[in-house]
């Protein structure tokens, strides 16, 4: 599972870009739990289980918001 979830926006016209649906908090809460420093990357889980290229700016408000930062 991907921290990050997204929906396709337009494959034809962005190709594989996605807009942001949520985040999955347990992957970085138990990296934390154990002292890892977690690195997140842009890209998100998408419905049908490819890897999408989201807006790093907005993926890191949903982290934080997720995390309750």
Known sequence: DEFFQAEL???????LVGIM???????VE????RGLVPVVTPLAQGP????????A??????AAISLGA
Do not use: Q
């Open 48 to 55: 049908g289980g490819e890897h999408l290229n989201i807006n």
């Open 30 to 33: 138990d990296l934390l739990a």
């Open 57 to 62: 700016d907005i993926a890191a408000a949903h």
């Open 21 to 27: 649906t949520g985040a999955k908090t347990d992957i």
């Open 9 to 15: 926006m337009d494959r034809e016209k962005y190709g």
